[in-house]
């Protein structure tokens, strides 16, 4: 069957897709992309403290190449995580309740673009802030209230939290 359908793709070019899902799980949480915002923000002190050094040795020029590859690739973990919660999970009623999720959506992808293209705290700290607001949204169209806190490890910045019941 697959040797089939992939030789009728050679005749006819089907278009390639690709989803988060093809089932309706209804598993979205926008942790995911709140994470890789906070492994970008370390990433970038890890960079900062690294460029501070006189000279580098070799390893640690291939700790820095790492570690720009690294703030590149949660960069894309975000946006992925925004646009499938964004894509997949909102609608109408959604988006009538909270009508500026287009906009705040659309400026996280340039947020998150701006933060790969430079090694710049500021503009990860400016992200982590975007990716908090669309969290508290995403929760409060759950009905589910929500906290601030610092999170518990490098680089300690603010996260919103849903407050879940035991």
């Known amino acids: 069957m697959h040797t089939l359908i992939k030789k009728l793709d050679t005749l006819f070019k089907?278009?390639?897709?690709?989803?988060?899902?093809?089932i309706p799980c209804k598993i979205y949480d926008p942790s995911e992309a709140q994470i890789a915002v906070l492994?970008?923000?370390r990433l970038v002190d890890l960079l900062n403290e690294l460029s501070e050094k006189e000279s580098l040795s070799i390893n640690q020029k291939a700790?820095?190449?790492?570690l720009i590859m690294q703030k590149e690739e949660h960069g894309l973990k975000v946006k992925e995580a925004i646009r499938v919660i964004w894509g997949d999970y909102f609608k109408q009623p959604q988006f009538d309740q909270?009508?500026?999720?287009h906009e705040l959506s659309h400026s996280i992808m340039l947020a998150a673009s701006s933060a790969k293209q430079h090694v710049d705290k500021a503009a990860c700290l400016n992200l982590l802030n975007k990716v908090n607001h669309f969290a508290e949204?995403?929760?409060a169209t759950k009905g589910i209230e929500t906290y601030t806190a610092t999170c518990p490890?490098?680089?300690?910045?603010p996260v919103i939290y849903?407050?879940?019941?035991?």
């Open 39 to 41: 492994t970008m923000i």
């Open 162 to 166: 849903p407050k879940l019941s035991v």
């Open 63 to 66: 700790q820095f190449t790492r």
């Open 98 to 101: 909270f009508p500026e999720i």
């Open 137 to 139: 949204i995403f929760w």
């Open 153 to 157: 490890y490098p680089p300690s910045q």
């Open 14 to 22: 089907f278009s390639t897709v690709k989803a988060h899902c093809d």
